[in-house]
């Protein structure tokens, strides 16, 4: 019954920034390492950001280290993305999820196009 939802994607220039979140529900939130993952038409889905349980260490796809961060506020059940200086091969699907965890929910579009 555990529920991931992400929301706050859209369509932004490139240079431009997102934020994006991940509600979640059914699960003790706390214990659980979070990521953040993307998928673009044509490729696999891969990690691009990962985060403890209790915040304090997280670790970055190279092709997103320095322009993007990680965070999570265990009292709202919520982790976020910050997008900065986005590029056009940012453009994907992007989901998160629970280490382990085979389901995935209906993610968030992010286009970077001028």
């Known amino acids: 019954q555990v529920q991931l939802v992400e929301s706050g994607g859209g369509l932004v220039q490139p240079g431009g920034s997102l934020r994006l979140s991940c509600a979640a529900s059914?699960?003790?939130?706390?214990?659980?390492?979070m990521g953040w993952y993307r998928q673009a038409p044509g490729k696999q889905r891969e990690r691009v950001a990962r985060?403890?349980?209790?915040?304090?260490?997280?670790n970055y796809a190279d092709s997103v280290k320095g322009r993007f961060t990680i965070s999570r506020d265990n009292a709202k059940r919520t982790v976020y993305l910050q997008m900065n200086s986005l590029k056009s091969e940012d453009t994907a699907v992007y989901y998160c999820?629970?280490?382990?965890?085979?389901?995935w929910g209906q993610g968030t579009q992010v286009t970077v196009s001028s």
């Open positions: 059914g699960i003790t939130f706390g214990l659980y390492a």
């Open positions: 985060i403890s349980g209790g915040g304090g260490s997280t």
């Open positions: 999820n629970l280490d382990g965890r085979v389901d």
